[in-house]
């Protein structure tokens, strides 16, 4: 499964002196039903964002999908990334702006002497469907081991908790079970347990989001 079809809210920076960045900010503002969390910082539905996208940008972006990839840097701006994200991330519902006030930021960077651009988002939340990744019958070996260790509580199917929270629970739980059945041989849920902490990747174990679990039982 892609681990793209993870995500379902990102936080995101715009910045106040770039002038595409400035002017996108300025229509979510103007055009959007937004959630105001504070005076720099926003939250609006993908549905909205990608309404807004089509609208104002599509030309643009279109534009840049035809550049060749030696000119790129030229060309991409926030909207382009944003309407990549849309796409990219099937599942995902709301997205959190901040409005950066630094002068001295860059989206483009240089790698081994080539120019690499790169648009900085964070994951804030995820949703892992169990169904989706694991057959029944390896659910029935999977969730009592979840509901072992505090992440469900039984005939409950869903919980949400902190992804590396997750991560080093299911981790310690892998460690002791190798150590204690190295004789015999791994029980069949270590490689169950290793698949659901293997869906979780370094990036989104570093942003950290909530992790809501979705089982069946």
């Not at 709301?94 to 960077?109: E, I």
């Not at 169990?130 to 979840?146: G, I, K, Q, R, Y």
């Not at 015999?184 to 990036?203: H, R």
């Given at each position: 499964?892609?681990?793209?079809?993870?995500?379902?809210?990102?936080?995101?920076?715009?910045?106040?002196?770039?002038?595409?960045?400035?002017?996108?900010?300025?229509?979510?503002?103007?055009?959007?039903?937004?959630?105001?969390?504070?005076?720099?910082?926003?939250?609006?539905?993908?549905?909205?964002?990608?309404?807004?996208?089509?609208?104002?940008?599509?030309?643009?972006?279109?534009q840049i999908k035809s550049t060749g990839a030696e000119s790129?840097?030229?060309?991409?701006?926030?909207?382009?990334?944003?309407?990549?994200?849309?796409?990219?991330?099937?599942?995902?519902?709301?997205?959190?702006?901040?409005?950066?006030?630094?002068?001295?930021?860059?989206?483009?960077?240089?790698?081994?002497?080539?120019?690499?651009?790169?648009?900085?988002?964070?994951?804030?939340?995820?949703?892992?469907?169990?169904?989706?990744?694991?057959?029944?019958?390896?659910?029935?070996?999977?969730?009592?081991?979840l509901e072992s260790l505090k992440i469900l509580e039984h005939?409950?199917?869903?919980?949400?908790?902190?992804?590396?929270?997750?991560?080093?629970?299911?981790?310690?739980?892998?460690?002791?079970?190798?150590?204690?059945?190295?004789?015999?041989?791994?029980?069949?849920?270590?490689?169950?347990?290793?698949?659901?902490?293997?869906?979780?990747?370094?990036?989104?174990?570093?942003?950290?989001?909530?992790?809501?679990?979705?089982?069946?039982?």
């Amino acid at each position: 499964m892609n681990i793209s079809n993870f995500p379902t809210a990102v936080d995101v920076t715009l910045h106040r002196y770039n002038h595409m960045d400035n002017r996108l900010w300025t229509q979510i503002k103007n055009e959007l039903d937004y959630v105001d969390l504070n005076e720099t910082s926003v939250v609006v539905s993908i549905s909205q964002l990608r309404s807004l996208l089509d609208d104002n940008y599509i030309s643009l972006i279109n534009q840049i999908k035809s550049t060749g990839a030696e000119s790129l840097h030229k060309k991409v701006s926030s909207p382009y990334f944003l309407y990549m994200m849309c796409i990219d991330m099937p599942n995902l519902q709301l997205v959190k702006f901040n409005l950066s006030y630094d002068k001295k930021f860059t989206r483009l960077l240089e790698n081994d002497g080539n120019k690499v651009l790169k648009f900085d988002f964070k994951v804030l939340a995820i949703t892992i469907r169990l169904s989706e990744v694991f057959e029944t019958e390896d659910l029935h070996l999977l969730n009592p081991v979840l509901e072992s260790l505090k992440i469900l509580e039984h005939d409950v199917p869903y919980a949400r908790l902190q992804a590396i929270d997750l991560i080093d629970t299911l981790d310690a739980w892998v460690e002791n079970e190798m150590e204690y059945d190295l004789e015999e041989g791994a029980p069949d849920a270590v490689p169950l347990v290793t698949t659901l902490m293997d869906l979780i990747d370094m990036k989104t174990e570093g942003d950290n989001p909530i992790a809501l679990i979705v089982t069946d039982y």
